[in-house]
């Protein structure tokens, strides 16, 4: 995704499995809330001679609204999308704003219930950024959320300068940042899935790498390489 100040924020989309998990999840929460509420309310229907109307009229908002009142105070996430660690974001890296919420929430009847989900699972399916009706029109998509992630003063107190850290390939400042996001991608996937195709896939970009630094002798320890081009390309440009 690239946001209005040209940064570049990388996201896993949300599998279409923990998509439907979190929906069957939200579902079981809400019925078992439902419940609970009926309980109550049958007993004051009861006691305080309350019509039966009533009950309808004090469920149907816990039903109706669930998604709509938790994703928008809660960042994205109802209960279940937490639980499943992923959450909705703007596709153009903006903070999501009420609007956002009430158009995905709007399509929810055509999407999901008028289907029963069918359109949902075709519409995500074929679209290249995971994106149901309301997230096409929301501008919207969900994507995993990794609350794990962090970064402690320690790390920061960490961080190499100019004056505390010579780097060795000085002219990789020429890089494009594009260029250094691709070499980090392709070491993350190698690291990931260390299979035949990354180990490829890593040695033809470390070649590449290297005739563009114009080094006559590819590294062996390709890894490192990349790693230290990557620190020393923060160093040389923050």
Same mark, same amino acid.
């Given at each position: 995704?690239?946001?209005?100040?040209? &940064?570049?924020?990388?996201?896993?989309?949300?599998?279409?499995?923990?998509?439907?998990?979190?929906?069957?999840?939200?579902?079981?929460?809400? /019925?078992?809330?439902?419940?609970?509420?009926?309980?109550?309310?049958?007993?004051?229907?009861?006691?305080?001679?309350?019509?039966?109307?009533?009950?309808?009229?004090?469920?149907?908002? =816990?039903?109706?609204?669930?998604?709509? &009142?938790?994703? @928008?105070?809660?960042?994205?996430?109802?209960?279940?999308? $937490?639980?499943?660690?992923?959450?909705? &974001?703007?596709?153009? /890296?903006?903070?999501? =704003? %009420?609007? +956002?919420?009430?158009?995905?929430? =709007?399509?929810? $009847?055509?999407?999901?219930? $008028?289907? $029963?989900?069918?359109?949902?699972?075709?519409?995500?399916?074929?679209?290249?950024?995971?994106?149901?009706?309301?997230?096409? &029109? @929301?501008?919207?998509?969900?994507? #995993?959320?990794?609350? @794990?992630? %962090?970064?402690?003063?320690?790390?920061?107190?960490?961080? #190499?300068?100019?004056?505390?850290?010579?780097?060795?390939?000085?002219?990789?400042?020429?890089?494009?940042?594009?260029?250094?996001?691709?070499?980090?991608?392709?070491? +993350?996937?190698?690291? #990931?899935?260390?299979?035949?195709?990354?180990?490829?896939?890593?040695?033809?970009?470390?070649?590449?790498?290297?005739?563009?630094?114009?080094?006559?002798?590819?590294?062996?320890? #390709? =890894?490192? %390489?990349?790693?230290?081009?990557?620190? +020393?390309?923060?160093?040389?440009?923050?």
């Amino acid at each position: 995704m690239q946001t209005t100040q040209n &940064v570049t924020i990388n996201y896993d989309l949300a599998l279409l499995r923990d998509r439907i998990l979190a929906f069957i999840l939200d579902s079981v929460i809400v /019925g078992i809330t439902v419940l609970l509420i009926a309980n109550v309310l049958f007993g004051l229907v009861l006691d305080l001679g309350l019509s039966v109307e009533f009950q309808y009229l004090v469920l149907a908002p =816990v039903f109706t609204f669930y998604t709509l &009142v938790m994703e @928008s105070l809660n960042q994205g996430q109802t209960i279940g999308k $937490m639980a499943l660690r992923i959450k909705v &974001v703007r596709i153009d /890296g903006e903070q999501m =704003v %009420f609007t +956002d919420y009430l158009l995905r929430w =709007v399509f929810r $009847m055509v999407d999901i219930w $008028m289907s $029963m989900g069918a359109i949902a699972i075709v519409v995500i399916s074929s679209s290249s950024k995971g994106q149901r009706l309301g997230d096409l &029109v @929301s501008n919207t998509t969900v994507v #995993k959320a990794n609350p @794990s992630l %962090f970064v402690s003063l320690r790390d920061i107190q960490q961080i #190499k300068t100019t004056s505390n850290y010579t780097p060795q390939y000085p002219d990789v400042r020429h890089f494009r940042e594009q260029d250094m996001l691709t070499i980090k991608q392709t070491l +993350d996937r190698y690291l #990931k899935f260390h299979n035949k195709a990354h180990s490829e896939a890593l040695s033809q970009l470390t070649e590449s790498v290297c005739e563009k630094l114009q080094i006559t002798v590819v590294p062996d320890k #390709k =890894v490192e %390489f990349l790693r230290g081009l990557i620190k +020393d390309y923060i160093v040389l440009t923050r």
